[in-house]
């Protein structure tokens, strides 16, 4: 294969290192890093680069081009999705045979995709948080105009978030980026997500993976309410009289705490003056975690932000320091209280889980014992505790497993 016929659209130079003249189906054992995969229509391999791992999939040149494009504009409008590297086009076996491009992703740590979720114990409500977490995503996708196409759980892969679950894009060979959506546009996205879950979701019952009680077609329904709910208070026109102007606050907190900020209002009053109206014009997610980083440089979920928050809070009034800045005591917490119980964790353990995941099942666990001691347990007992009991029989959900493991199963077709 001529060498100047392969064209590396990424930055990094050891990517002349991997073996693009051969299929990806046959890349070989130590080149790989065998996580948790989705099903895929197309070959994907988890891949060991320049320290990191990142997940290549074979797919035409066209279409690989027209995904990095679409993943990029994602990340400028600051939506969950995987982060696109590059791709590699040009591809050709040592006898001149063409194969199809690469397109390359990062992989994102502590992921993990719907079917390796349900095959791990949880609890029974997990059906019901994994779509919260998509109609979450499926709705910061259309306020953003990008029209996904072909919405479901093996198109999205899911983070730990205190308790519940976050929603990444992860593929976005259908969809397409406008300035806004039309209603159909939403409404086909939606009805396409509710049979493509309701389908997952029989699948996984026909594998013994969810319980055979478990309403998939009810499951899919209510990925259609909680979209519709959170749709309207994000977009509805909301009406009172100028004397309720108090509501226009209780507007916007409201939407804070469903972890939105509204950067602007569209505000009308009726032509007698007696009635306003007023709709949210600007709205964008992550309010929580964006206060948490401010205060405290941490960058987490916007479920484990609101619960680190609480604790914070919580420790400003235990400690009487209610009149003390707020910026001080967020230092104080994270110093004498976040960082000592997240640092307990031993090294070979820290792979199992985010740090803020760990804190958030600290302050779960101390809720346990204090319940059952009848005292409030002080946390250092508490991390103590939660290591020896709960952390170790933990799964290891960053670590790269066992190169020597068998090969993911191919999932291309």
């Given at each position: 294969?001529?060498?100047?016929?392969?064209?590396?659209?990424?930055?990094?130079?050891?990517?002349?290192?991997?073996?693009w003249h051969t299929r990806l189906a046959s890349w070989p054992d130590d080149l790989l890093?065998?996580?948790?995969?989705?099903?895929?229509?197309?070959?994907?391999?988890?891949?060991?680069?320049?320290?990191?791992?990142i997940a290549v999939k074979e797919i035409t040149e066209p279409l690989a081009y027209r995904e990095y494009d679409l993943l990029r504009q994602l990340a400028r409008l600051d939506v969950p999705a995987v982060t696109a590297l590059g791709v590699i086009s040009g591809r050709a076996t040592d006898d001149g045979e063409p194969l199809e491009a690469a397109l390359l992703t990062e992989h994102l740590?502590?992921?993990?995709?719907?079917r390796a979720v349900f095959s791990r114990a949880l609890r029974p409500d997990t059906a019901t948080r994994l779509i919260d977490a998509l109609a979450v995503l499926l709705v910061r996708l259309h306020l953003a105009g990008f029209y996904w196409g072909d919405v479901s759980l093996s198109n999205t892969l899911f983070r730990r978030d205190a308790g519940g679950f976050s929603a990444y894009l992860v593929d976005a060979e259908t969809g397409e980026a406008h300035d806004t959506l039309s209603?159909?546009?939403?409404?086909?996205?939606?009805?396409?997500?509710?049979?493509?879950?309701?389908?997952?979701?029989?699948?996984?019952?026909?594998?013994?993976?969810?319980?055979?009680?478990?309403d998939a077609v009810g499951v899919g329904d209510a990925l259609v309410q909680r979209y519709g709910d959170l749709?309207?208070?994000?977009?509805?026109?909301?009406?009172?009289?100028?004397?309720?102007?108090?509501?226009?606050?209780?507007?916007i907190d409201r939407l804070n705490d469903l972890?939105?900020?509204?950067?602007?209002?569209?505000?009308?009053?009726?032509?007698?003056?007696?009635t306003v109206h007023i709709a949210p014009k600007v709205v964008d997610a992550g309010h929580h975690s964006r206060r948490l980083m401010r205060l405290t440089g941490l960058d987490v979920q916007e479920n484990q932000a609101r619960r680190l928050l609480n604790d914070l809070d919580e420790w400003r009034?235990?400690?009487?320091?209610?009149?003390?800045?707020?910026?001080?005591?967020?230092?104080?917490?994270?110093?004498?209280?976040?960082?000592?119980?997240?640092?307990?964790?031993?090294?070979?353990?820290?792979?199992?889980?985010?740090?803020?995941?760990?804190?958030?099942?600290?302050?779960?666990?101390?809720?346990?014992?204090?319940?059952?001691?009848h005292r409030d347990v002080p946390l250092p007992e508490v991390t103590a505790d939660y290591l020896t009991t709960i952390l170790p029989a933990r799964?290891?959900?960053h670590a790269v497993l066992n190169p020597t493991q068998p090969r993911p199963p191919d999932r291309s077709r």
């Open positions: 294969m001529p060498a100047q016929s392969l064209q590396i659209t990424a930055a990094d130079p050891a990517l002349l290192d991997l073996p890093a065998a996580l948790p995969q989705g099903i895929s229509r197309h070959t994907v391999r988890f891949v060991r680069l320049s320290g990191r791992v740590s502590f992921s993990l995709p719907y209603d159909g546009q939403r409404c086909y996205d939606l009805d396409v997500a509710r049979v493509n879950i309701i389908g997952e979701l029989m699948d996984l019952q026909a594998g013994e993976l969810l319980d055979a009680e478990e749709w309207a208070a994000l977009t509805e026109v909301e009406s009172f009289s100028l004397a309720e102007r108090w509501r226009v606050q209780a507007r972890g939105f900020d509204v950067d602007e209002l569209t505000i009308n009053t009726e032509p007698d003056g007696t009034a235990a400690t009487g320091r209610h009149h003390d800045d707020e910026s001080f005591v967020a230092h104080d917490w994270l110093t004498d209280v976040f960082e000592p119980a997240v640092r307990a964790v031993p090294r070979e353990l820290r792979g199992k889980l985010e740090a803020a995941e760990v804190y958030h099942e600290l302050l779960e666990h101390r809720w346990f014992m204090s319940q059952a001691q799964p290891d959900e």
